[in-house]
């Protein structure tokens, strides 16, 4: 009699726990179906705003293209410039992270 009714508690749980999982698994659905409807409507609203910053980029990048072919020395000047800038913001940021030597003390 008691093997009867643990069989009977054991497969409520088992339906118990089918049920469950249906209605995980639904759950996640609509949850994937949310999330995949939200990202595609904010890549349609960004899409036009991409565009014209691409657009934008393009036309600034043909400007500079241009003004380096016909200024070839002040281009030369600017990279030569920036080159520079950049090695001794390297050698700072470098210096500032290294510690200092430690001297080494003796107690005796």
């Not at 643990?6 to 609509?30: F, H, M, P, Y």
């Not at 999330?35 to 910053?53: L, M, T, W």
């Amino acid at each position: 009699m008691a093997s009867n009714d643990v069989q009977s508690q054991i497969s409520a749980l088992r339906a118990e726990i089918a049920a469950l999982q249906k209605d995980l698994g639904e759950r996640g659905s609509e949850a994937y179906e949310t999330i995949r409807d939200r990202a595609g409507n904010a890549v349609e609203a960004a899409r036009p705003a991409v565009r014209s910053a691409t657009k934008y980029v393009r036309n600034e990048g043909a400007a500079v293209a241009q003004a380096a072919r016909e200024h070839p020395a002040a281009l030369s000047t600017v990279v030569l410039t920036a080159g520079l800038a950049g090695v001794v913001i390297g050698y700072l940021l470098g210096s500032l992270e290294s510690e200092p030597p430690r001297r080494q003390q003796r107690w005796f």
